[in-house]
């Protein structure tokens, strides 16, 4: 029950850090390679430092998390990365 309340929370920051029509995509979509390959590329694109590559870690966590099909776990991964595109 606290990892599906904890999901939802990750779910809701993504929602409010990347705008309204961004995060119905993200959440009608999950964790899936379209928006792993998005989220990749965003990060491909950030200067060099802490936050792109706790970023790229994130990225990786996520695409084996997706691989080994614990869709909450790549979720969670991917969120992470996406908050962490957001640092500056």
Same mark, same amino acid.
């Given at each position: 029950?606290? &990892?599906?309340?904890? =999901? ?10 990347? =705008?309204? /029509? ?5 959440? /009608?979509? =999950? #964790? &899936? +390679? ?11 694109? $950030?200067? @060099?430092? @802490? ?12 695409? @084996?998390?997706?691989? &080994? +099909?614990?869709? =909450?776990? #790549? &979720?969670?991964?991917?969120? *992470?990365? $996406?908050?962490?595109?957001?640092? *500056?």
């Amino acid at each position: 029950m606290k &990892s599906k309340l904890l =999901g939802a929370a990750l779910i809701t920051a993504a929602m409010i850090g990347f =705008g309204p /029509a961004q995060a119905a995509r993200m959440h /009608a979509a =999950g #964790c &899936s +390679g379209a928006n792993l390959e998005k989220t990749e590329t965003a990060i491909e694109a $950030m200067a @060099d430092g @802490d936050a792109r590559f706790m970023a790229q870690r994130e990225i990786a966590a996520a695409q @084996d998390a997706l691989l &080994s +099909g614990k869709m =909450g776990a #790549c &979720s969670m991964h991917l969120t *992470k990365a $996406m908050q962490a595109g957001m640092m *500056k």
